[in-house]
């Protein structure tokens, strides 16, 4: 029934045109996509959907996403791709133009510069918290090892204190 509202409104041949119009923003979305070294496109584009992430991991990718959904200026939705995490961007809009394309790609390219910088932090921030339980570690075992050799010292001195305390000695050599 909708798809006999649909025909009936644009007619077979507009819908025909209104569905190639899809294709080809699609195409150009794929192309800009193409031409950024930090993205990649993960699908064969044949109709109006472009699957596409961020070269990097999965969280960077999942990030992304969130930052642009957060945004409130694009509406993505994701999907896994062979283990991947992927964003799918699909043209759908009823008036479309190569104008809302550049626009759409612009605001992902801007979001992704935030995010990476963000990531890049967390990066410095990560390395800088392994360093510190390094030496953590380090210093723990020190205190261990110095502990160690006060509680042997104690105990030593404990079972034969002669050899520890030079007045005992003395007075012992004295009494004999």
Known sequence: LKLWFVIRSYGVSG???Y???HCRLAKLFEQLVREDHKFKVMNDVKVGLVCF???GSN???QKLLSTINASGRLHMVPANMNDKFVIRFCVCAQNATDEDIGTAW???QEIAETV???HQDDEKEDEEKEKYDQIQTILEKKSTKSLQHKRSFF???VSDPKLYNPH????RSFFM
């Open 106 to 108: 612009k605001i992902i």
């Open 19 to 21: 569905i190639r119009n």
């Open 53 to 55: 992430r961020l070269i």
């Open 116 to 118: 990476l910088k963000m």
């Open 168 to 171: 005992i000695v003395k007075a």
């Open 155 to 157: 105990v030593r001195m």
């Open 15 to 17: 819908l025909q045109e």
């Open 59 to 61: 969280s960077l990718n």
